[in-house]
């Protein structure tokens, strides 16, 4: 009984020690790459610019349907119509559904948009990273750059790190506009309210400020996703099983970030708000 006991002490103390590891390798990698970015973008402006485009428009069979632009557009525009339909019927029941304007300004900005663009940045982008880097740790190729006197941090990490921050401010750009179009059209053209109506209480309710801050939200996001990625991939073992595992835990820990960045931030800049802040 007393053996049974110490042994499992034993692997709870292994198991925290492992956690308390990770960590610690999580932060010194994290600061390495954020570091990198300055001479990525200074030394390897072509290389930036070409993962850039690979993040944006996609290589291979995701290329064929438009890459992360056409995924995004997709995931936000029918999560923005089922606002609409779930907001016009549950509205509807209490006869008020002439707010579902309000609702569409009001919870697209800052939770649905938001998150739906996170977990489509994690589940294309960030994937697709970690399974690219993994691919080239086992392989070698990492450490044939190194042998060549390339520095494979700035030159792997701090590009895709950049690159995933600039793309994801047009890519959301589009994300946004395109939630906001199928709230309308799902509530005016599908569901018969008016035009006029909606478009009164949408303008009413769209606060300028709630727009700004989402768009740093998905920033930190992007930030967030691809550091965890790039991490998850550039340190992959144990050939093809281990960067599939490897691209598992990435996107496993990214989603649990996406959504944390997204109660952080909503804690700090609503958390005391009592009321609806209209426009104006």
Do not use: C
């Not at 973008?41 to 690979?54: F, K």
Request: glycine share 12%; charged share 10%.
């Amino acid at each position: 009984m007393g053996f049974d006991v110490a042994v499992r002490v034993n692997r709870r103390y292994r198991s925290v020690v492992r956690g308390i590891d990770t960590v610690g390798d999580l932060a010194l990698f994290f600061g390495r790459a954020v570091a990198s970015t300055g001479k990525a973008a200074r030394d390897y402006r072509a290389e930036t610019l070409r993962v850039l485009a690979e993040i944006s428009l996609g290589t291979g069979a995701l290329a064929a349907v438009g890459g992360s632009i056409v995924v995004l557009g997709f995931l936000t525009l029918f999560a923005g119509a089922t606002v609409a339909v779930q907001g016009f019927d549950s509205l509807g029941n209490i006869g008020v559904d002439a707010l579902t304007g309000f609702l569409a300004a009001y919870v697209n900005v800052r939770v649905v948009a938001p998150i739906t663009a996170g977990v489509g940045l994690a589940a294309t982008i960030g994937a697709g990273t970690t399974a690219q880097l993994g691919a080239m740790r086992i392989s070698e190729e990492i450490d044939a750059l190194e042998v060549m006197a390339i520095k494979s941090v700035p030159y792997l990490v701090g590009t895709r790190v950049l690159a995933g921050m600039l793309a994801v401010l047009p890519l959301y750009s589009l994300s946004l506009i395109t939630s906001f179009l199928a709230s309308r059209i799902a509530t005016v053209v599908v569901l018969g309210q008016s035009g006029g109506v909606y478009d009164h209480y949408f303008s009413t309710f769209l606060v300028p400020s709630d727009v700004l801050w989402s768009f740093l939200q998905v920033f930190v996001m992007a930030a967030a996703v691809m550091l965890i990625h790039t991490y998850y991939g550039y340190t992959a073992t144990g050939g093809p099983a281990g960067v599939g595992t490897a691209t598992g835990r990435a996107v496993r820990l990214s989603l649990i970030t996406v959504v944390m960045v997204t109660l952080m931030i909503s804690l700090a800049l609503y958390g005391n708000s009592r009321s609806v802040h209209l426009a104006g």
